[in-house]
């Protein structure tokens, strides 16, 4: 069985707004199309923590006066 989410129900407004870019190319890169409000896209599972383990990826590599 596989499970499917929201990205608005992983990720804060503020998230989404911040990093759609690279939100919009991650899905297109899976193969998946975004809706046009990015955050009712509809994920399974595995894409959700792949997409959130770049997203913390990114945010470790960010300078902290940022």
């Given amino acids: 069985m596989q499970v499917f989410v929201h990205l608005d129900?992983?990720?804060t407004p503020a998230l989404l707004q911040q990093h759609q870019r690279h939100i919009v190319d991650f899905l297109e890169m899976e193969g998946i199309a975004p809706e046009a409000e990015v955050g009712r896209t509809k994920v399974s599972e595995r894409a959700a923590?792949?997409?959130?383990?770049?997203?913390?990826?990114?945010?470790?590599?960010?300078p902290e006066d940022q």
């Fill in 9 to 11: 129900e992983l990720l």
């Fill in 49 to 62: 923590k792949e997409l959130l383990a770049e997203l913390a990826h990114d945010l470790d590599q960010t």
